[in-house]
């Protein structure tokens, strides 16, 4: 700033004037720094075909970013989240090289690795208002639960049931049309009213765990159909990777809210939303936050060590998936 | 008395007429680097106010919060309690806790206005601060809070004292947390 005296000059105060009046009034503001890059948004959009799959009850194939057939009992609602939460998760900017294990996990670093796990992993979307019982032909229905739906994934269950029901097996009925169930990576997915209520990155994650479920990692266990059969839980928590009892001392003690077993779903999810806090570009801070939030909490949920995970004691994540009974 | 007389003192009274205006905006300009900012009001919601003051009278806004009050009162009201968020948990164990989600959702607008204005970070730290050391909060939700602090101070170097400090309060099962998180980054 130019002190006083330099401005009170007699022949050239007029330029002067000017000078010192605009030096006067830009130096006390402050420059607000936009913290948002207006880069361009990474990731591939695969499979954005919206055509309808011409079944008799006329549901969609195609997500908005991810290749996934809409059931036609899905609520616009329901279908709204799911095209915004999908659009969300092939177009964010995320570099996954940063998290140890991440691509290969994923298979890849970016977006575009993210659908294609997702892909693999998740073929239909139900409504949460949809009884799948009902929906597996030569199933018996049961009765539906009046409870709210967040998302699941039974796919391993659906598999279970096919599996009870040899020889012969079952089909699943999507769109008016009877689906072969040849495996857990049938990939079946339901969507529910607490879902569409989330921020994107949640849901996105969310999406990313429940992939997750679709991996019977190792085959199943002839015992296990048998209790499937019977209604007993499963034993072999790798197939479907379920979540089980979270044991004494843990903050959810008693609660089927826990990984028992390296690599599940509650990792998966963990480890993409901190790729989005951490690298995310083209992401709000209200997404972040909610994306940070959520990793938090999944990483409450594993009862094994995360940090011996991380440092390759626990062994290296296996994404294979088999439809082999042993 | 002639024209030319008229004329001069004319010019002279321009001339006088002018260098009182630059004398007067040079002692204001040195007032408002030499004197303390306009305000150092923090969460009150009359800033609102003085923000509407200063913009008409074209003064600096620096040393002025944009967060209100009723911003960090509902920031506070939803802090999740541990109870809540286990409650939650019981009826819908696969989700993320509803009040987690909550309080996350209120965050993110907070913490935008934090990154950009270092007295919005100083008024959302001290909320963040007590978010953190409280036992009654979930510990995720304090995670949560000790992690933005050093988002903050990552943004305001000057702040980084204060993330340092709060460090040293939080419990350790909060810091044993983001060390489950730290253990996944390169």
Redesign the interface.
């Given at each position: 700033m130019k002190p006083a005296h330099l401005c009170i000059l007699p022949f050239f105060m007029i330029f002067i004037l000017a000078s010192c009046s605009g030096g006067g009034g830009g130096g006390g503001g402050q420059r607000e720094e936009d913290g948002t890059s207006t880069g361009t948004t990474g990731g591939t959009t695969t499979g954005d075909t919206g055509s309808t799959t011409g079944g008799t009850t006329g549901g969609s194939t195609g997500g908005n970013g991810v290749d996934i057939t809409y059931d036609s009992e899905l609520t616009p609602q329901e279908k709204q989240a799911l095209d915004s939460s999908t659009k969300a998760m092939a177009t964010y900017s995320i570099d996954g090289s940063r998290i140890k294990y991440f691509s290969q996990v994923f298979g890849g670093t970016k977006s575009s690795s993210v659908v294609n796990y997702v892909e693999t992993r998740v073929n239909y979307a139900l409504s949460g208002e949809t009884n799948y019982h009902d929906r597996l032909i030569r199933a018996p229905a049961s009765i539906l639960r009046n409870l709210q739906v967040f998302a699941f994934n039974p796919s391993t269950s659906i598999w279970y049931d096919s599996k009870v029901a040899e020889p012969g097996g079952l089909k699943i009925r999507i769109n008016g049309k009877a689906v072969d169930i040849n495996s857990s990576r049938i990939g079946v997915m339901q969507f529910g009213d607490l879902y569409v209520d989330s921020p994107a990155s949640l849901q996105a994650a969310t999406i990313v765990h429940e992939a997750r479920h679709s991996d019977c990692t190792g085959g199943a266990l002839a015992s296990d159909i048998d209790r499937h059969e019977q209604g007993i839980p499963e034993e072999n928590k790798k197939c479907g990777h379920l979540h089980g009892f979270c044991p004494p001392g843990h903050i959810y003690e008693g609660q089927l809210a826990c990984d028992l077993l390296p690599w599940g779903a509650y990792i998966m999810d963990a480890m993409y939303s901190v790729a989005i806090v951490e690298t995310c570009n083209t992401c709000s801070e209200t997404d972040k936050q909610a994306a940070e939030a959520n990793a938090l909490d999944a990483l409450e949920r594993p009862a094994y060590s995360v940090e011996d995970l991380f440092n390759g004691v626990l062994g290296p994540p296996d994404m294979s998936s088999s439809s082999q009974v042993r | 008395m002639n024209r030319r007389h008229i004329l001069g003192i004319f010019t002279l009274l321009l001339?006088g007429g002018?260098?009182l205006?630059?004398?007067e905006?040079?002692?204001?300009?040195?007032e408002?680097?030499t004197e303390p900012p306009p305000t150092i009001v923090t969460t009150a919601d009359e800033k609102m106010d003085i923000n509407k003051t200063l913009e008409k009278k074209?003064?600096?806004?620096?040393s002025v919060s944009s967060i209100t009050s009723s911003e960090i009162r509902k920031l506070r009201n939803s802090f999740p309690d541990?109870g809540d968020v286990?409650t939650e948990?019981?009826r819908?164990?696969?989700?993320?806790?509803?009040s987690?989600?909550i309080?996350?959702?209120n965050?993110?607008?907070l913490?935008?206005k934090a990154?950009?204005?270092d007295k919005d970070a100083d008024v959302l730290i001290k909320a963040l601060h007590d978010c953190a050391t409280d036992d009654n909060v979930a510990?995720?939700?304090r995670?949560?809070c000790v992690?933005?602090v050093d988002k903050i101070a990552k943004?305001h170097p000057q702040m980084k004292g204060r993330a340092e400090e709060l460090r040293s309060d939080v419990s350790p099962e909060v810091l044993k947390?983001l060390?489950?998180?730290n253990?996944?980054?390169?």
């Open positions: - | 001339l002018l260098f205006n630059l004398y905006r040079e002692a204001m300009t040195i408002e680097q074209k003064m600096p806004t620096r541990k286990r948990v019981e819908n164990p696969h989700r993320t806790p509803e987690l989600v309080f996350a959702t965050m993110g607008p913490m935008e990154y950009k204005n510990r995720s939700a995670a949560l992690k933005n943004t947390l060390e489950k998180r253990s996944m980054m390169r």
